[in-house]
C-alpha cells in the first residue's frame, strides 16, 4: 500500500477517491491495483445518506447503507431478487461494512488486475491484458473487447438491471442527475480503465428500486458462501395469469458489465413458462457470447441460471 | 484435560506465539521478497530507487547473495540443487529474485514497490501435463513410493477379465494455504552459527537444510541429520532452530524457501531479520500438491473379484525432488491377483511440489474407487458389496498380515450409522426439487514409524520432563504425547513438561504423515521402560513393575512411592529411541476408513449440496476421543473441498498462479460443510502395555472425493473423473438432455 491522505470535508479531484465501507477500495490499496493520493471519507455523510423510504411504487435507499441493513429490511424482503442478491453477496462481514452504492461499484476479480507483478490495461492502460488467451476460465464470455475481458463481479447491480432501478448522482458542484443502474457501467472497449459515467467527484446517493413483478435472483457459484458467481441470473416478470406479459433479465458473472439481456425478454414476452422456454430465453441470453476453450463451460452456465431464475420467478410469483 | 488442546485457552485467548509474534530485545529489519511474475528468462533488477528510500537498509539479489551449497534432505521438497538467489536464471514464476531489508514493515513495501525487475527472453513454459508430453519420463521411483511395480502378468490378466473398467482421472494441483502465511526470524551468532524462528513440521530435518546451504559444521550436515537420527546423537550443531506453533501446515511448513531466504537476508544486513510472507509468496515459497492424471484399469470377474489392476500415472513435478506418491497404496487396498504400476513424471517450470495431505494416497484412491465404482455397475452389484467382496485379510501387495486390521467393522459400522443399506434410490426427487444421489468409498493409508530420540528425566519433585523436538500445527500432537507420557509414568498430565521448541532437544520424527504421535511415543515409551528398570532396581522390584498413580507397582501388587524412590535415587534420565519401519517390519501397518455422502444435485444448474459425510475409521488406538474425532471431521472436510472447489489454476503462457489469494483459491466454508459424522472402530483401547496408535487424520481425506464424486453419478448418472467436481466438470459429465428435463419435470 502506497502511502496517502484521508480527509473527510471536500470532494475528491483526479487521483483521489471516496471511501465509504472501503471493503474493496482498502483490499485493492493493499494489493497495490489502486493506489489514489487521497481519499475523502464518507463517515460524516453516513447519516444523510444512509436509509430506506418507500412509495407505492418504489424503494428509495441512501447509497451508504449497508448490505446488512438492507437485506434486514422489510421492505427489502418483498424484492426477493434484492434480498437474494444481498444476502449471497461476500460474507456477513463484509456486508456489515459495505454500502450499496459501493457494491455498485465493485471492482473486477480478474486475476491479472488484481496481481501488480502482471500487465493490465485496466490497471495501467496499455500495458496489455494477459487475460485474452491466457486463464480466462472466469472471465466475461459478453461485453469483452480486444483490451478486456474482466468480469464485473457484483450481484446488486445485476438484480438492479433487472428491476429498471435508478441512481442518485451528485455532482461535485452539487447538481443531481438520476440515471438507469443499466446507464452506470461501461464495456471496456478501447479504454477499459473507465469503468463507469461516473465523473471525477461524482456521488452516488441513493438508489431508487421500483417495486412489482415476479422476481428471482439465481447464483451460480464454486462453494455455498464468500464467492463470487461464476454465473448469475436476475429475472422480473410480469404475469397476466399464466402468460408472461413482460420479462426484464440480467446476466452476472459472465459479463464486462451487469449484463441487460434483452433478446432472452423478448423470447419469453406473451409466452408461458415452462422448462422449455425457460430454456429457450436462456439460450437467446447467451447467444452473443463469445466463450473461449477454457470458459465454455459457463455459456451452458449462463443458459442453466437463466431457465432457473425464469422458472423460479414464476414459482414466486403464486 | 481429556479433550482439551494444552495449548488450546492460549490460542483462544490470542495468547498464543507464533513467529511473527515473538518480540526480541533487538527487534528484527523486516524483509520482504521480491517473486518473478513469469516463469522463465533471466532476470535484472534496478534496485537504486529502492535503495534510494530513507527506510530501506539493502536489496539482495542473485549479484550480492551469499553463495550457498546445495542441500539434499529426506523430505525432498527441499531446493536442492536449486538455491535462491543463486542465479539470474528464472526457472518458475513465483521464485524469489530478490529481497529487500527495510527499518519497518511498511518502509519493506514501499522498497518492494520501488524495484524495477525485468524479466528478459522468457520462453514458452510447460507449467501443466497437457503441454509437457515431451517431458515425461519413466520412472522406478515416484518420490517415497515405487514408480514402477509386478506382481504377475497383469496385462494378460485384464485381458482376460470377463468385466473390466478404465478410469482416466485428472486432479488439478491444489495448495494447503493452513491459516498462517508465515514469518521466519534469522540471527548470525557470533561463533557463526545461525539462530532461526520459524513454524517447521520436523525441526532437525530443516536444520540441516539451513547448515548444508550455509556450509556449516558437518553436525549441521547430511553426516550430522544422519547421525542424530539413527544414533540420536547431537553434535556441535550450528543451526539452532526454533518452533513455537505452527497456525496449520497440512504438509507445507517442510523445507520452505523462507527459512534460507531470512538467513541470506540476515547475513547481507548485518542483524537480524525477520522474513514475512504474504499469502500470495506463499503459493510460490512454499509447496503444492501437484498435477496428477491417472489411467487406471481393472478387470474382474463376473462377481466383481479384481483379477488385475493396470496403473499408469502421469505425474507433475516442480523445481524440487518431489513427487506425488500415487502408486503405494492402490495396490494394498483390496484383493487382486495381478498388478503393474508404470509411472511417468514431467518436470514442469513450477515451483517445487511437497506433501499436502495424504500425499499421493488421496489421488490415487480417487480413481481406484471410481473403478470399483465402475464394475459394481457391471456387475450388478451394490457398491458397498464389491469392496466386501475385494476385502483383502492381508496387504495384498506383499502378503504381509496386518498389525490390526477393522476395515469390514468401518465398512458395517459406517453404513449402519448411515443407513447405506435402506437409502433411497438414487435419482429420486426431493421435497425441495433437487435430486439425491449416494456413494461410498473406502479409506486407507499406510503407516511407518520414523526414528525419533527422546531423553526423559523423572525428578524428584514429581515431574516428567521430555527433551524432543516435536511440531505442534494444531494437530494436538502435544497433548496427545503429554497423555502418553501420563499414562506410562502414571503422573498427571500438569506434571509433564514437553522440550520441544529448539533444535537443542532430542531429534524427534516430523509432523508428517500422520506420523508423528506413535513414532515419538515409541521412543518416550523405550525411554520410560529404562527408567522403571532403574526404579525398580531402587525399590527391589521386578522389571515388570508398571508406574501407575505415583506408585511402581509390581505383578503380585507389592508397590512403592514413586517419591520415596526418587528420593534415594536422585533425578533419573533415561534415553529412548525408535527406529525406522519403512517397509521392513513383519507386519504392514495402515489405517482403514469406509466415508459415506448423501448429495442434493440441483437438476437445472447442476448446483451440488452435500449433505451428509460420515466416515467410519479404524485409526488403532485412541487415547484423545475429542482431539481425534476432530481430525478425522477436519480431514474429511477437506476432502470435501478437494473434490467440490481446491483448485490452484496456472496461467499456461506466462506461467505463473493466478488465484493466489486465499479469496480465490477456495476451501469450504461453514456454509458448505454437511452434517459430519466420524466414528472410531477397530481395537480403540489398544492391547495392555502396547502403544498401538495409528495415523489417523491422512485417512480421513481418503475417500472422501470418490464418495462425493459416486454420489453425483448415483444422482445424474454422470461420472466425473476430474478433481475438482467444478461446474465445468459436472456440465460436461452430465447433458441436460439426459438428466435436467428428464428430472426436473416435476
Not at chain 1, 244 to 273: D, Q
Not at chain 2, 657 to 662: D, F, M, V, Y
Amino acid at each position: 500500500m502506497s502511502a496517502f491522505d484521508i480527509t473527510e470535508g471536500g470532494t475528491p479531484v483526479d487521483g483521489a477517491a471516496w471511501i465509504a465501507g472501503g471493503t474493496t477500495m482498502v483490499d485493492l490499496m493493499k494489493l497495490g491495483a489502486t493506489a489514489p493520493s487521497r481519499l475523502f471519507d464518507l463517515g460524516a455523510q453516513r447519516d444523510a445518506l444512509s436509509g430506506i423510504s418507500e412509495t407505492s411504487d418504489t424503494i428509495t435507499l441512501g447509497a451508504l447503507t449497508t448490505m446488512a441493513d438492507a437485506a434486514k429490511h422489510p421492505a427489502i424482503r418483498g424484492l426477493t431478487a434484492v434480498h437474494t442478491a444481498l444476502v449471497q453477496a461476500a460474507s456477513p462481514q463484509i456486508r456489515e461494512m459495505a454500502t450499496l452504492g459501493g457494491n455498485l461499484l465493485q471492482r473486477t476479480r480478474c486475476s491479472y488486475f488484481r496481481d501488480t507483478r502482471q500487465p493490465c490495461n485496466k490497471r495501467v492502460p496499455g500495458s496489455g491484458c494477459p487475460a485474452i488467451g491466457g486463464e480466462d476460465g472466469h472471465h466475461a464470455v459478453l461485453g469483452g473487447s480486444a483490451q478486456c475481458i474482466a468480469t464485473y463481479p457484483g450481484d446488486f447491480a445485476v438484480v438492479c438491471v433487472a428491476l429498471g432501478a435508478e441512481i442518485t448522482i451528485r455532482a461535485s458542484d452539487g447538481s443531481e442527475r438520476k440515471i438507469p443502474v443499466q446507464d452506470l457501467h461501461r464495456r471496456p472497449g478501447a479504454t477499459p480503465h473507465t469503468e463507469t459515467a461516473l465523473q471525477t467527484g461524482d456521488l452516488i446517493t441513493a438508489i431508487h428500486l421500483p417495486k412489482g413483478g415476479a422476481q428471482s435472483y439465481i447464483k451460480i457459484r464454486d462453494r455455498a458462501s464468500y464467492a463470487f458467481a461464476t454465473a448469475s441470473a436476475a429475472v422480473v416478470l410480469h404475469m397476466d395469469g399464466a402468460m408472461v406479459t413482460s420479462a426484464r433479465i440480467a446476466l452476472g458473472g459472465l459479463a464486462t458489465v451487469p449484463w441487460r439481456a434483452a433478446t432472452a425478454e423478448h423470447v419469453l414476452k406473451g409466452s408461458m413458462i415452462d422448462q422449455k422456454t425457460a430454456f429457450a430465453a436462456g439460450e437467446a441470453a447467451l447467444q452473443d457470447a463469445h466463450p473461449t476453450l477454457t470458459n465454455a463451460h459457463r455459456v451452458e452456465l449462463g443458459i442453466r441460471a437463466v431457465a432457473k431464475a425464469i422458472l423460479s420467478a414464476r414459482g414466486n410469483s403464486v | 484435560m481429556q479433550g482439551h488442546r494444552i495449548e488450546g485457552a492460549d490460542k483462544v485467548r490470542g495468547l498464543a506465539k507464533y513467529t511473527d509474534d515473538l518480540r526480541f530485545a533487538t527487534p528484527p529489519l523486516i524483509a520482504l521478497t521480491a517473486t518473478s511474475p513469469v516463469a522463465r528468462g533471466r532476470v535484472q533488477i534496478d534496485t537504486s530507487a529502492a535503495l534510494a528510500l530513507p527506510g530501506t537498509r539493502c536489496v539482495i539479489d542473485h549479484t550480492n547473495a551469499p553463495r550457498l551449497k546445495r542441500a539434499i534432505l529426506i523430505s525432498m521438497c527441499e531446493p536442492g540443487t536449486r538455491m535462491p538467489l543463486q542465479s539470474d536464471q528464472v526457472e518458475y514464476a513465483g521464485q524469489p529474485v530478490a529481497i529487500v531489508v527495510a527499518d519497518s514493515l511498511h518502509a519493506a513495501r514501499d522498497a518492494l514497490a520501488a524495484l524495477i525487475v525485468t524479466i528478459e527472453n522468457h520462453d514458452a513454459p510447460a507449467v501443466v501435463l497437457s503441454d509437457a508430453e515431451n517431458r515425461l519420463k519413466s520412472v522406478r521411483r515416484a518420490g517415497i513410493g515405487p514408480g514402477a511395480m509386478k506382481k504377475g502378468d497383469a496385462d494378460a490378466a485384464l485381458a482376460d477379465a470377463s468385466v473390466s473398467a478404465e478410469v482416466n482421472a485428472h486432479a488439478a494441483p491444489h495448495h494447503q494455504n493452513p491459516m498462517e502465511p508465515g514469518a521466519v526470524v534469522a540471527r548470525w551468532d557470533p561463533d557463526g552459527g545461525v539462530t532461526v524462528h520459524a513454524a517447521v513440521q520436523w525441526h532437525h530435518l530443516d536444520a540441516s537444510m539451513i547448515g548444508q546451504a550455509f556450509g556449516l559444521s558437518w553436525a549441521d550436515g547430511m553426516t550430522g541429520l544422519l547421525g542424530r537420527a539413527v544414533l540420536g546423537t547431537s553434535g556441535k550443531s550450528k543451526v539452532r532452530l526454533h518452533n513455537q506453533l505452527s497456525g496449520g501446515a497440512f504438509g507445507r511448513n517442510i523445507s520452505y524457501l523462507a527459512l534460507l531466504l531470512a538467513p541470506i537476508a540476515a547475513k547481507v544486513a548485518g542483524g537480524p531479520v525477520k522474513l514475512v510472507q504474504s499469502r500470495r509468496d506463499t503459493f510460490s515459497l512454499m509447496s503444492h500438491r501437484s498435477e496428477v492424471k491417472q489411467r487406471l484399469r481393472v478387470g474382474a470377474d463376473t462377481d466383481g473379484k479384481l483379477k488385475a489392476i493396470v496403473l499408469e500415472p502421469d505425474i507433475a513435478r516442480g523445481n524440487a525432488a518431489f513427487v506425488e506418491p500415487i502408486g503405494e497404496m492402490p495396490m494394498q487396498l483390496y484383493a487382486h491377483d495381478t498388478h503393474r504400476l508404470t509411472t511417468r513424471v514431467a518436470k514442469l517450470d513450477l515451483p517445487g511440489a511437497g506433501w499436502m495431505r495424504g500425499p499421493g494416497v488421496a489421488h490415487a484412491i480417487f480413481a481406484l474407487e471410481q473403478a470399483m465404482d465402475d464394475l459394481a455397475r457391471q456387475v450388478g452389484k451394490d457398491p458397498l458389496d464389491i469392496r466386501l467382496a475385494n476385502y483383502s485379510e492381508k496387504n495384498p501387495a506383499n502378503g504381509k498380515s496386518w498389525e490390526a486390521k477393522a476395515l469390514l467393522e468401518a465398512y458395517e459400522v459406517g453404513a449402519a450409522k448411515f443407513g447405506w443399506r435402506d437409502r433411497p434410490k438414487g435419482g429420486s426427487v426431493r421435497p425441495d426439487g433437487r435430486v439425491s444421489g449416494f456413494g461410498m468409498a473406502s479409506a486407507i493409508d499406510l503407516g511407518r514409524q520414523f526414528p525419533a530420540h527422546a531423553t526423559v528425566t523423572m525428578t524428584k519433585d514429581g515431574r516428567v520432563v521430555v527433551s524432543l523436538a516435536v511440531s505442534e500445527m494444531g494437530q494436538g500432537l502435544l497433548t496427545g504425547l503429554t497423555g502418553v507420557v501420563a499414562e506410562m509414568t502414571g503422573v498427571s498430565p500438569d506434571r509433564v513438561e514437553f522440550k520441544r521448541e529448539a533444535t537443542k532437544e532430542g531429534y524427534a520424527a516430523g509432523s508428517i504423515g500422520s506420523t508423528g504421535t506413535y513414532s515419538n511415543a515409541a521412543a518416550v515409551k523405550t525411554a520410560v521402560e529404562k527408567i522403571i528398570k532403574k526404579l525398580a532396581k531402587a525399590g527391589g522390584l521386578p522389571k515388570s513393575s508398571k508406574l501407575q498413580d505415583g506408585m511402581l507397582v509390581a505383578p503380585n501388587g507389592e508397590s512403592a512411592a514413586i517419591s520415596d524412590l526418587l528420593s534415594r535415587t536422585g533425578d533419573l534420565t533415561a534415553k529412548g529411541r525408535a527406529g525406522l519401519t519403512f517397509g521392513a517390519s513383519k507386519q504392514a501397518k495402515a489405517s482403514f476408513g469406509a466415508v459415506f455422502c448423501e448429495m442434493a444435485v440441483d437438476p437445472i444448474t447442476l448446483d451440488v449440496e452435500v449433505i451428509r459425510l460420515v466416515g467410519a475409521y479404524d485409526c488403532g488406538r485412541v487415547l484423545q476421543p475429542k482431539i481425534a474425532r476432530a481430525q478425522l471431521i477436519g480431514a474429511m472436510i477437506m476432502g470435501m473441498g478437494q473434490a467440490l472447489m481446491e483448485e490452484t489454476r496456472l496461467d499456461r503462457k506466462r506461467g505463473h498462479w493466478t488465484n493466489a489469494e486465499i479469496g480465490e483459491a477456495l476451501v469450504p466454508t461453514q456454509a458448505d460443510c454437511p452434517h459430519v459424522e466420524a466414528h472410531f472402530v477397530g481395537d480403540t483401547q489398544g492391547k495392555p502395555g502396547a502403544l498401538d496408535f495409528k495415523g489417523i487424520a491422512e485417512t480421513a481425506i481418503v475417500g472422501v472425493s470418490p464418495a462425493i464424486a459416486s454420489a453425483f453419478a448415483d444422482a445424474t448418472g454422470g461420472v466425473v473423473h476430474h478433481l475438482p467436481l467444478n461446474h465445468a466438470a459436472r456440465l460436461a459429465a452430465v447433458s441436460r438432455a439426459q438428466f435436467s428435463f428428464k428430472e426436473a419435470a416435476e
